[in-house]
């Protein structure tokens, strides 16, 4: 279970919302009106996200792998990364 930093609230999924910049080319029809023509894949790459808390709707990340980090938090693994940075403070102050 994830902790939101914001609200710290016991969450289990982010509230997302995207942006996506659409371009392609544009022209002159038949009749002298502009033509656009809109290509979607050249830009797709370009989508940004915003990840928000589902409690508090605080904007909580705009990174992919930060949201996958979060969500794969828990407190076991808290207490073993807690461990295993005492262990390496200790080793650090042996040399
Ligand atoms: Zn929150």
New binding site residues.
Partial sequence: MAI?P??K?E?NELHFSKTKEIGGSVGLDSSNKLEFDEDYDIFEEQKSYTFR?P??N?VLFKDYEEVEEFLKNNELQQIVTEKINQIKNKNAQGN
Avoid: A, F, L
């Fill in positions: 939101c914001k609200c609230e969450i808390c409690e508090c605080e």
